[in-house]
Nanobody
Framework: QVQSVESGGGLVQTGDSLKLSCAAS????????MGWFRQAPGKEREFVAAITRSGASTYNRDSVKGRFTIARDNAKKQVYLQMNSLKPEDTAVYYC???????????????WGQGTLVTVSS
């Protein structure tokens, strides 16, 4: 079981950058795939990025490729999402979660945090 606490959200302008952090408490953090998801008002939660256990491979949704980078530090039990060139359509609550398998599907992930709000003004 992984308990996650997200932080780093805020109000920024179009083109700005933010770095989100997710602090996870798990005895064996490095056995989990970690993912970032987001949920905009009135929309379903959607996959943003995922990273494998070692951090060697990452996967992003098409709309954030080249702008967002997921990373992890297993020693610190942290997952990060560096977001550059932010757009108004990136506005959402961002969540991190853990999974036993590499997937872009929300149902494959458990132990959701409370999320951190990112608002991008135009």
């Amino acid at each position: 079981q992984v308990q996650s606490v997200e932080s780093g959200g805020g109000l920024v302008q179009t083109g700005d950058s933010l770095k989100l952090s997710c602090a996870a408490s798990a005895r064996s953090f490095n056995r989990y795939i970690m993912g970032w998801f987001r949920q905009a008002p009135g929309k379903e939660r959607e996959f943003v990025a995922a990273i494998t256990r070692s951090g060697a491979s990452t996967y992003n949704r098409d709309s954030v490729k080249g702008r967002f980078t997921i990373a992890r530090d297993n020693a610190k039990k942290q997952v990060y999402l560096q977001m550059n060139s932010l757009k108004p359509e990136d506005t959402a609550v961002y969540y991190c979660a853990a999974s036993d398998s590499l997937s872009t599907r929300t149902v494959e992930y458990d132990d959701w945090g409370q999320g951190t709000l990112v608002t991008v003004s135009s």
